[in-house]
């Protein structure tokens, strides 16, 4: 989604550090790129671009640490962490304050969608969301609201199609990161791009008779259905919070990532109804949950992860899936 950037427009506030020739060249200015040299570019923005790698910190003196302002609204920081040492890094808020990037971030590392799963080793980090072209006026709100979105080619596609002969997608995850500086909270947002594929390997499960599916590829809630329809299944129905416990630790023990249920108000905006036609008769969203930000119609397991509680999502975006027997 952010296959190429705009070369570098300006030069800003990038740098804490003493703005010596020595610490410029420490960082390392270019246009970057979450994608890979050879894909082709969907769109630039109009920010100055900062490329901190290992040769960033392995240029530096010892001991010095490298200090990267993101209060300059019109930047895109890029980090590619093969080998990036964070805890030589802090993020700076102008005269606010800083933080170190490993304390800072650590919550974001260690999520389920961590930006260092990034395809390409590379994430990017800016103060203002409308630096990236794919991000419409909805999504911007939709993040508002969620702190986290994935989109997949950009805003308002209406169906992602494969990118490669391994039937693979481009999902870029936008999270907001709030690090507190001094009492003031400071919001900023993360991106990064990952590869979700289709080839499907489902694992057999049974529960109280009936028989479930566990599948790893990511599908499209459609495909999703499809694919159990195919099976002679439709996507889980979950009827009590006893059957949610044991295909939730199912489900996690394969990916803590997000997972289709069969749960959705694509017929009637609000109105839910399960894929399998059952009635719509115990529920466990999370707080705040469902709010439809971004056209959301489709129900899913696993966005807050470690936590229970189901969230709605775009149906086009591809995830993991539950499959159901009826008996």
């Not at 020595?22 to 969907?42: F, Q, R």
């Not at 102008?94 to 971030?105: F, I, K, N, R």
């Amino acid at each position: 989604m952010l296959e190429q950037l705009a070369r570098i427009a300006r030069i800003t506030r990038i740098l804490a550090l003493p703005l010596t020739a020595a610490s410029l060249a420490a960082v390392g200015l270019a246009g970057c790129s979450t994608a890979g040299p050879d894909e082709a570019a969907i769109g630039e923005v109009d920010a100055s671009n900062v490329l901190v790698d290992a040769r960033s910190i392995a240029r530096l003196a010892p001991g010095q640490r490298l200090s990267v302002d993101l209060s300059a609204r019109g930047v895109m920081v890029h980090f590619a962490f093969d080998g990036l040492d964070f805890d030589r890094i802090d993020l700076a808020f102008g005269d606010q304050g800083s933080a170190s990037m490993a304390d800072a971030m650590a919550p974001l590392f260690s999520h389920p969608y961590s930006p260092l799963e990034a395809a390409g080793g590379r994430f990017v980090v800016t103060a203002d969301p409308a630096n990236f072209p794919a991000l419409g006026a909805d999504d911007i709100a939709a993040l508002e609201q969620e702190r986290m979105i994935a989109r997949e080619h950009g805003s308002g596609a209406p169906r992602a199609q494969p990118q490669s002969v391994d039937d693979c997608v481009e999902q870029t995850i936008y999270f907001y990161v709030d690090i507190v500086i001094n009492g003031t909270v400071q919001s900023v947002l993360c991106a990064h791009t990952i590869l979700v594929c289709g080839s499907t390997t489902c694992d057999k499960q049974t529960h109280n008779e009936h028989d479930y599916l566990f599948c790893d590829g990511q599908e499209s809630w459609n495909d999703a259905k499809a694919s159990c329809a195919a099976q002679g299944m439709s996507l889980v129905t979950l009827d009590d919070a006893d059957e949610e416990a044991w295909v939730y630790s199912l489900a996690s023990a394969h990916s803590t990532q997000k997972w289709w249920m069969g749960l959705n108000d694509r017929a009637s905006e609000g109105d839910f109804a399960w894929d399998s036609g059952a009635p719509v008769s115990y529920t466990n969203w999370y707080p705040g949950e469902p709010n439809n930000a971004g056209s959301e119609d489709c129900g899913q397991l696993n966005r807050f992860y470690p936590e229970l509680g189901w969230n709605d999502e775009p149906c086009s975006l591809h995830l993991r899936y539950i499959c159901e027997s009826s008996d």
